[in-house]
T-cell receptor, first 115, second 115 residues
């Protein structure tokens, strides 16, 4: 079984500042990793995913994440945030065995961008 | 293509009642999953249906059930409602089972309030 820990429940930041949202996972097998974003009153949308290959993954809206196997982390970063990035961000992990690939989600991090 | 459609958007029920939520997946998608989202727990997996059969199940009591119809539309039922069932219920679809490369497409959810 796998689990996901999002270390910060809320991250306030000023517009145009850089941001990092932290995600750590635990699993006894190899994993696939995802970041989803949920804007107010909407469902979740996939930002980016790591399946294999390069550990630096680029996603939509200028976000990127780096897979660090030794630290079991998959932190999300953006060099300069906009007001429109205010949303809930979810990290998710899916193990590579079993075949169902049902992702386990973290509890979410609320990114609040101030003008 | 229309997105994942969930109805109703809001529901208010009292303890002990039962409720049925509906989800229409993206056309051509045959897998439908249900998640419960609460502020404290984040997203928790309820179950996944494919070809009218429940294929995967999360750790929820038997009061939570679902079904899928031949057109892939799905319904979720919660019987004997408890206050703790108040949550946003999200439906997600994907083309097939077990394809980690295929992202989940989420609906906007049904907000259930139990009084």
């Amino acid at each position: 079984a796998q689990s996901v820990t999002q270390l910060d429940s809320q991250v306030p930041v000023f517009e145009e500042a850089p941001v990092e949202l932290r995600c750590n996972y635990s699993s006894s097998v190899s994993v696939y990793l995802f970041w989803y974003v949920q804007y107010p009153n909407q469902g979740l949308q996939l930002l980016l995913k790591y399946l294999s290959g390069s550990t630096l993954v680029k996603g939509i809206n200028g976000f990127e994440a780096e897979f660090n196997k030794s630290q079991t982390s998959f932190h999300l970063r953006k060099p300069s945030v906009h007001i429109s990035d205010t949303a809930e961000y979810f990290c998710a992990v899916s193990d590579t065995s079993g075949g169902s690939y049902i992702p386990t989600f973290g509890r979410g991090t609320s990114l609040i961008v101030h003008p | 293509k229309a997105g994942v459609t969930q109805t109703p958007r809001y529901l208010i029920k009292t303890r002990g009642q039962q409720v049925t939520l509906s989800c229409s997946p993206i056309s051509g998608h045959r897998s439908v999953s249900w998640y419960q989202q609460t502020p404290g727990q984040g997203l928790q997996f309820l179950f996944e249906y494919f070809s009218e059969t429940q294929r995967n199940k999360g750790n929820f009591p038997g009061r939570f059930s679902g079904r899928q119809f031949s057109n892939s539309r799905s319904e979720m039922n919660v019987s004997t409602l408890e206050l703790g069932d108040s949550a946003l219920y999200l439906c997600a679809s994907r083309p097939m089972l077990g394809q980690v490369t295929e992202k989940l497409f989420f609906g906007s959810g049904t907000q259930l309030s139990v009084l």
